[in-house]
């Protein structure tokens, strides 16, 4: 059992489209963290959401954390071929508990 | 360049075989993570070490062993190498020990088993 669920699995879209991807949990989380990943290399982080309803914006991406701390969005506007690659969210529910990674979204952005 | 550093970038080797990961961390950070990433598993944590001692496990496979050194950096071994160890190894490095401060991932490791 994924104790982080993310969704799509996969999304492929046109250059220019907006998108949403989710991360999802039973369990309250501390704080939950965004990362990205291109193929064949390490992930990358893109933010860290710590507060309930917290939204935070980076360029052309938006992250916002649910007001239970069980959920977090990602939403990509005007999505570019750069954008491309696996969106993995992570989640530690105490700040003594190691990260625990969700299995992902891979993201295919067409020229 | 994340400062985690990883050798050997890929690696080929034969089933029954044993081989060794190594991972230098991000200079200052104390905390090494390595995870196994195949295409049907996703980024799965095998074990981390804090300041030389062991932190946490995950689904680290008895055939699998880790240990940081006193200069800090990892060696993972993987031994008795079945096809299905066939993936990327990543190492990641982190200031603390817990929580959600940032992991530093390295380039990974490829390794095949053939």
């Known amino acids: 059992t994924q104790l982080l669920e993310q969704s799509p699995q996969f999304l492929s879209i046109q250059e220019g489209e907006n998108l949403t991807v989710y991360c999802n949990s039973s369990?309250?989380?501390?704080?939950l963290q965004w990362y990205r990943q291109e193929p064949g290399e390490g992930p990358v982080l893109l933010v860290t959401v710590v507060t309930g309803g917290e939204v935070k914006k980076l360029k052309r991406l938006t992250f916002q954390f649910g007001d239970a701390r069980k959920d977090s969005s990602l939403h990509i506007t005007a999505a570019q071929p750069g954008d491309t690659g696996l969106y993995l969210c992570?989640?530690?529910?105490?700040?003594?508990?190691?990260?625990?990674f969700g299995p992902g979204t891979s993201l295919s952005v067409i020229p | 360049d994340s400062g985690v550093t990883q050798t050997p970038k890929h690696l080929i080797t034969a089933t029954g075989q044993r081989v060794t990961l190594r991972c230098s961390p991000r200079s200052g950070d104390l905390s090494v993570y390595w995870y196994q990433q195949s295409l049907d598993q996703g980024l799965q944590f095998l074990i981390q070490?804090?300041?030389?001692?062991?932190?946490a496990k995950g689904n680290i496979l008895e055939r699998f062993s880790a240990q940081q050194f006193p200069d800090l950096h990892s060696e993972l071994n993987l031994s008795s190498l079945e096809l299905g160890d066939s993936a990327l190894y990543f190492c990641?490095?982190?200031?603390?020990?817990?929580?959600?401060?940032?992991?530093?991932f390295g380039p990974g490791t490829r390794l095949t088993v053939t």
């Open positions: 369990s309250v989380f501390s704080s």
């Open positions: 992570a989640g530690a529910k105490t700040s003594y508990d190691k990260v625990i």
């Open positions: 070490y804090y300041n030389g001692e062991e932190r």
């Open positions: 990641a490095s982190s200031v603390a020990p817990a929580g959600a401060y940032e992991q530093y």
